[in-house]
């Protein structure tokens, strides 16, 4: 009798240890495997799904902002190269204005002097030309500065065309 009880206790204690359930249906063994196939496995592939769906919604958004990066390159780039030839056009003003008051005649001592300060002038706005140029280069993917520099060549513009209308008064 104790045999029996033995031989019918053992089956059910072997079940009971492989009956481990766990959500995976590849461990647990076959009560276990059983058990996954039930909701729960569907629960995991829709997590897996939902997982899915926020990556493809990052991947979107990140393809979104590196378009969005490329189109402000581009623009930048443009200003910055729109910027460069004005800036290349005012120093070829300034040397043509130089040039204009070296052959200038000043048969007056005022007139000398109007030349001298003109000169002078030419000479500190060709610096500051320079400067420009050499702040522009270094300035190609930066908004805040391209804007400063875009009114530095406006004002360094408006200070040559200045310069120029002085020049003419001194010929006259």
């Not at 995976?24 to 997590?47: C, M, N, S």
């Not at 500065?145 to 008064?169: G, P, V």
Request: aromatic share 2%; net charge positive.
């Amino acid at each position: 009798m104790m045999n029996t009880k033995l031989l019918l206790l053992t089956p059910a204690l072997l079940l009971s240890a492989c009956a481990t359930p766990t959500d995976d249906p590849t461990k647990g063994g076959l009560l276990g495997g059983i058990h996954g196939l039930g909701g729960a496995y569907d629960q995991r592939i829709e997590a897996r799904e939902r997982n899915l769906d926020a990556l493809k919604q990052a991947q979107k958004n990140t393809q979104d902002q590196q378009q969005d990066l490329r189109q402000e390159h581009t623009r930048t780039k443009t200003e910055h190269d729109i910027l460069n030839k004005k800036v290349t056009t005012l120093t070829t003003s300034i040397n043509k204005l130089e040039a204009s008051i070296k052959k200038t005649k000043a048969n007056t001592a005022k007139k000398q002097q109007q030349k001298a300060k003109l000169s002078k002038r030419a000479t500190q706005l060709r610096g500051e030309a320079k400067a420009l140029k050499v702040s522009l280069s270094a300035a190609q993917n930066n908004d805040q500065e391209l804007a400063r520099l875009r009114s530095e060549e406006a004002r360094l513009s408006k200070e040559i065309k200045a310069l120029q209308e002085d020049m003419y008064l001194l010929e006259l």
